[in-house]
T-cell receptor
Framework: GQQLNQSPQSMFIQEGEDVSMNCTSSSIFNTWLWYKQDPGEGPVLLIALYKAGELTSNGRLTAQFGITRKDSFLNISASIPSDVGIYFCAGLPGAGSYQLTFGKGTKLSVIP | DGGITQSPKYLFRKEGQNVTLSCEQNLNHDAMYWYRQDPGQGLRLIYYSQIVNDFQKGDIAEGYSVSREKKESFPLTVTSAQKNPTAFYLC???????????FGDGTRLSIL
């Protein structure tokens, strides 16, 4: 099946620093989604991207849909302690497939 | 408030028992999904349903069963045939098959 490579697997950053993580695929996706999961909770949708080249912001978060439709990145600016958690990318191939494919997540730790 | 409710939060199963995990949504979403999450892994699709009285197998359906008798409800049964059931189970819903999915807070299943 399709696979998403998400990197880095984990990162430790100082409070106030900017963060960047990305997902790549060998297949084309028509929709890219970014979720955040806190321990013991379900993932929460952060940003949805529907068009190649699209750049979307949600507060301090910015995500882009790669022009080749095979990649996406998420940036977090001026990190704060509550940014701690696991960030997942997910892709929807589009017509003909209903299945979201998830990356394995990036675990973010913020040092106060 | 609209949302997805999963119950119970924690569930323990004895060897050889079937257990049923509840998922209810009041978002008026047509599509519902069940995922399994293991430590350090992305989410893997067990079953999904696009409409009442219809459901499809996902990537790891063996040892699981579902029903969709009402739009609001999509219970998952973990049968005794599932040999490694210990995991975090997440239910999700979406307005349609190609729309972002929204998640409940999960049920953690453990074996006694």
């Amino acid at each position: 099946g399709q696979q998403l490579n998400q990197s880095p697997q984990s990162m430790f950053i100082q409070e106030g620093e900017d963060v960047s993580m990305n997902c790549t695929s060998s297949s084309i996706f028509n929709t890219w989604l970014w979720y955040k999961q806190d321990p013991g909770e379900g993932p929460v949708l952060l940003i949805a991207l529907y068009k190649a080249g699209e750049l979307t912001s949600n507060g301090r978060l910015t995500a882009q849909f790669g022009i080749t439709r095979k990649d996406s990145f998420l940036n977090i600016s001026a990190s704060i302690p509550s940014d701690v958690g696991i960030y997942f990318c997910a892709g929807l191939p589009g017509a003909g497939s209903y299945q979201l494919t998830f990356g394995k997540g990036t675990k973010l730790s913020v040092i106060p | 408030d609209g949302g997805i409710t999963q119950s119970p939060k924690y569930l323990f199963r004895k060897e050889g028992q079937n257990v049923t995990l509840s998922c209810e949504q009041n978002l008026n979403h047509d599509a519902m999904y069940w995922y399994r999450q293991d430590p350090g892994q992305g989410l893997r699709l067990i079953y999904y349903s696009q409409i009442v009285n219809d459901f499809q197998k996902g990537d790891i359906a063996e040892g699981y069963s579902v029903s969709r008798e009402k739009k609001e409800s999509f219970p998952l049964t973990v049968t005794s045939a599932q040999k490694n059931p210990t995991a975090f189970y997440l239910c999700a819903s979406s307005t349609g098959p190609y729309q972002p999915q929204h998640f409940g807070d999960g049920t953690r299943l453990s074996i006694l």
